[in-house]
């Protein structure tokens, strides 16, 4: 075998990342050694050639798409956040049956998106209800329309979690969670612990088990049906919906005319830039709601102070 100085890292490197899976799978512990790197060291270096080299193709068979959340640009315009409020709002109510305060609490909660990151606390957005055909995925589609750094899913582990909140810092969107969030699991702690800032899910990985850090800080909406667990629901704002009655008229969701949603998500990103001071000082008066319930509710209150929201 070659001594380690006799190899140029570069050119083995991008040999190994033209081979095939599998046949890197067989010679990679082989290869670190001639190397003179760990394994977990060089599989990163092979990923981010193969990156670079443009062979890491998002289709893949077999192998799913790369997840990417593309940012949008802000509303060119100047807008005021009463302005806002209201259109997010109305809007919520021409797609899905709402009482006026459940209304009034998502489009706070899609405003509180965009402005996360002055915040401790991250509510969870519970959308339920007893039975299904209420509109709650209706609800979830809005939101993926409307929300900073959407990403939507009806299934997800716990190690996918963490992993893209470490990642991509998104808003979570779970539809159907009562499939696949069982009481006491991995994925059940790590949306309880997300909750505040500064949590962190701790994992072993590579081939050294190294202990790493993965941020797990952020907003989450699901919906679901039936009762939500009792922990889960204490680090929630819960919305219940019901069967819309006959009479009730809505508008249709449709992707391929969203225009309308797309402007609003522009709006609420111009008011979250103009407004930074504002909502880093937000120091709301509680009315006496304390703990859990005061730091669910915190974020989404207008401020004390005499400032134009």
Known sequence: MESPKSVDRVTEIERLAALEPIQYEAVRIAAAKQLNVRANILDREVARTRRALGLDRPDDAGQGKTVT??????WPD???????AEALRATIRRYAVLSDGAADAIALWVLLSWAIDNFSFAPRLAITSPTRGCGKTTVLRLLNKLTRRSLKSGCITAAALFRAMELLKPTLILDENEKYLEPNSDLHAILNEGHCRGAKA?????DNQELRAFEIFGLVAFARNGKIPDDLEQRSIV?????RLPGEALAELRDDRSDQLDNLSRMCLRWAE???DIIRDHDPDMFGIINRVADNWRPPVRPRRRNRF
């Open 274 to 276: 103009d407004r930074a």
């Open 69 to 74: 959340i593309s940012d949008i640009l802000p």
């Open 78 to 84: 100047p807008v005021e956040g009463d302005h806002v």
């Open 202 to 206: 701790l994992r072993c990985v590579g």
């Open 239 to 243: 919305i219940q919906m019901q069967r």
